[in-house]
């Protein structure tokens, strides 16, 4: 199953993209670990339409996560998630590798022996405070609606179908049956009347019907027969992006085409595990100079932190964007967290975060030029009184690019970090996370465009 879903609003209401691999973004996953203020233990994110939650994960249960599983395709598709306790729901995580374990094999055959049409389904693995956590994103099926084709244990019964209500997979409704097949009325007429308009466009005694199942082509002119073993091979093209010398041998496509295996689930696996972003991760990505895959989930995340004072232009470096297209991005970020508009305003007005010297030097200000100094002749105590620290943290802003050794002092802002972060009041916690920030503008926002 595939690594990848978009958002959410209220009661854990979540809008996937249409992008498979999106299903599973950080963006995603942070709709869906909503945590509670009072409680970190726990979430704060209900059942809905979207999303289902799971205690455990075991494939002898296969017949309720089935009947789920069709009633997500049925509806607008979902998400459930296995290791959150059922009320309240607690972040218990999986306690055997089940899930991690499972088959592929297993869920296609077992889906395909009972239910037709095809459903598209996806896995994933998420790490959350050192509990790992089990998704299965059912994407809303093209082919509406999905039938169970033979009765399953208690759960499942053939010929039924099954729908989404509420937080509840239940026998679909007469409205929504109905809807469910004006719907596909409607769509098989836009078909047809495309199929025409391209028949139209290259003539009828040009045209031929392509049978993706048994690989015969039969037309006004005759028929063919393209063996079955080259049916996976064939490469289709959109019109106008033929390469006569670099493109491999190719059939021309007029139109659009989605094609696959009548009646098959497509298999999908589990091609990578995520581990869920917070302030510390940020944070150590930056001092560690980590080299992140997806630096943008970096950004999004800070907007739904605490505090908008996380380094952001090394991740914007990292990802080969803008200021601007920055800006656009974060504009998309479902959050009402005050991060988001703090982390806006810093970009769309450039903010410096450097501080000068005043003519006249007050008691504070003779603290950060000592302790200027100390910083560039490498001799800092590192365990200094907290007053202390934050002449110190105050004086980092000081310094321009030459002066900064991100040798000597990415180490030492880390180990402070570790060690204090949690404690510190709040005030040499904002001179601590502005020191940072201080250093990513510096070294950072230069090669960044506008």
Same mark, same amino acid.
């Given at each position: 199953?595939?690594?990848?879903? &978009? ?81 309240? &729901? ?161 059939? +021309? ?13 497509? !298999? ?14 940020? #944070?150590?990505?930056? @001092?560690? +100079?980590?080299?992140?895959?997806? *630096? ?27 200021? =601007? ?9 479902? =959050?009402?967290?005050? =991060? ?19 003519? #006249? ?24 009184? !907290? ?21 000597? @002092?990415? *180490? ?39």
């Amino acid at each position: 199953m595939t690594k990848k879903g &978009k958002p959410a609003t209220k009661g854990g209401s979540i809008k996937p993209e249409a992008s498979s691999k999106d299903f599973f973004s950080q963006e995603a996953l942070n709709s869906i670990f909503k945590k509670s203020q009072q409680y970190p233990d726990r979430l704060t994110t209900r059942e809905s339409t979207l999303l289902e939650f799971k205690e455990s994960f075991n494939w002898a249960s296969r017949e309720d996560y089935a009947k789920t599983i069709a009633s997500f395709a049925n509806t607008k598709g979902g998400y459930i998630v296995f290791g959150v306790g059922n009320n309240p &729901k607690l972040l218990i995580g999986l306690k055997s590798n089940n899930f991690e374990n499972l088959e592929e094999a297993k869920v296609t055959g077992f889906l395909n022996d009972t239910f037709s049409p095809e459903i598209k389904w996806h896995l994933h693995l998420y790490l959350v405070d050192g509990k790992a956590f089990g998704l299965i994103y059912i994407e809303e099926a093209a082919d509406k609606p999905i039938i169970a084709k033979k009765n399953i244990g208690k759960e499942v019964r053939e010929g039924e179908i099954y729908y989404r209500y509420r937080g509840r997979s239940e026998k679909i409704k007469y409205p929504e049956l109905r809807k469910i097949i004006e719907e596909q009325q409607r769509r098989e007429r836009d078909y047809w009347l495309r199929h025409l308009k391209q028949i139209t466009k290259v003539g009828v005694t040009n045209a031929a019907i392509f049978d993706l199942g048994t690989g015969e082509v039969t037309g006004s002119r005759g028929a063919f027969v393209i063996d079955g073993s080259l049916l996976p091979r064939l490469k289709f093209i959109k019109e106008g992006e033929f390469h006569e010398t670099k493109g491999a041998p190719t059939l +021309k496509l007029i139109g659009e085409l989605e094609a696959t295996e009548p009646g098959l689930i497509q !298999p999908s696996k589990i091609v990578s595990k995520t581990k869920a972003i917070g302030t510390g991760d940020v #944070v150590h990505a930056f @001092l560690d +100079k980590e080299q992140v895959s997806e *630096p943008l989930e970096y950004i999004k995340r800070i907007c739904f932190e605490s505090s908008g004072y996380l380094p952001v232009y090394y991740f914007i470096k990292l990802a080969g964007y803008s200021r =601007s297209q920055t800006i656009s991005m974060m504009k998309q970020v479902v =959050s009402k967290s005050q =991060s988001k508009s703090k982390l806006l305003k810093r970009l769309e007005s450039d903010e410096s975060l450097g501080i000068v010297f005043p003519s #006249v030097l007050t008691n504070a200000a003779k603290e950060n030029k000592k302790y200027r100094g100390q910083i560039l002749n490498k001799s800092i105590d590192e365990n200094l009184e !907290p007053k202390e620290r934050r002449y110190l943290l105050q004086a980092i802003r000081t310094l321009g690019a030459s002066e900064i050794d991100e040798s000597y @002092l990415l *180490p030492l802002l880390k180990q402070w970090f570790d060690i204090y972060y949690e404690d510190l009041k709040s005030n040499l916690a904002d001179d601590l996370r502005r020191a940072i920030c201080h250093i990513d503008i510096v070294m950072n926002r230069p090669s960044i465009n506008d």
